[in-house]
């Protein structure tokens, strides 16, 4: 699993827990944690276990930097699943330089921070060369999964 589908996953799970539509925040966890497992980078899982532990809380970690906080925040707000191809490309590469910005003059967590970009990384690859397995770059690929429909 891509980092990028795990905050999807996320995202979507916070807003419902947030709305108060999803009570059993443990269950929601539990159900995040197993995705994260699935995630290829040691990085990558342990952001995404970070994220999992402030779900349902009223505010992020003690222990999360200024920082790390502003590029959830960056990931978070910003929307890369809409629009023309070329919009998209230009909300990832221009949250991506926000991002790295923040490592930039973060401390011990810049490699975390800059980890969250991975997944922009793909989303960018998909939108300009396609899937692997797709013949025509940055096509849409309909019933795959629903970032892509």
Same mark, same amino acid.
């Given at each position: 699993? $891509? /980092?990028?589908? /795990?905050?999807?996953?996320?995202?979507?799970?916070?807003?419902?827990?947030?709305?108060?539509?999803?009570?059993?925040? !443990?269950?929601?966890?539990?159900?995040?944690?197993?995705? %994260?497992?699935? +995630?290829?980078?040691?990085?990558?899982?342990?952001? %995404?276990?970070? =994220?999992?532990?402030? +779900?349902?809380? !009223?505010?992020? *970690?003690?222990?999360?930097?200024p920082e790390m906080k502003?590029?959830?925040?960056?990931? @978070? &707000?910003?929307? /890369? $699943?809409? #629009?023309?191809?070329?919009?998209? +490309?230009?909300?990832? #590469?221009? %949250?991506?330089?926000?991002?790295?910005? =923040?490592? @930039?003059?973060?401390?011990?967590? &810049?490699?975390?921070?800059?980890?969250?970009?991975? #997944?922009?990384?793909?989303?960018?690859?998909?939108?300009?060369?396609?899937? *692997?397995?797709?013949?025509? *770059?940055?096509?849409?690929? &309909?019933?795959?999964?629903?970032? /892509?429909?």
């Amino acid at each position: 699993m $891509e /980092f990028e589908q /795990f905050k999807r996953e996320y995202v979507a799970a916070r807003a419902e827990v947030d709305a108060g539509e999803l009570v059993d925040v !443990a269950a929601v966890r539990a159900r995040l944690r197993e995705l %994260a497992a699935g +995630l290829t980078a040691d990085t990558d899982r342990g952001v %995404a276990y970070g =994220l999992i532990e402030q +779900l349902g809380t !009223a505010e992020a *970690p003690d222990d999360q930097s200024p920082e790390m906080k502003q590029a959830l925040h960056i990931l @978070d &707000s910003t929307v /890369f $699943e809409t #629009g023309t191809t070329e919009e998209r +490309l230009a909300a990832i #590469g221009d %949250a991506r330089r926000r991002i790295w910005a =923040l490592a @930039d003059r973060a401390g011990q967590d &810049s490699n975390a921070i800059r980890a969250l970009t991975r #997944g922009l990384e793909t989303t960018e690859n998909l939108l300009t060369e396609g899937a *692997p397995w797709d013949d025509q *770059p940055g096509r849409r690929i &309909s019933g795959v999964n629903r970032f /892509f429909d």
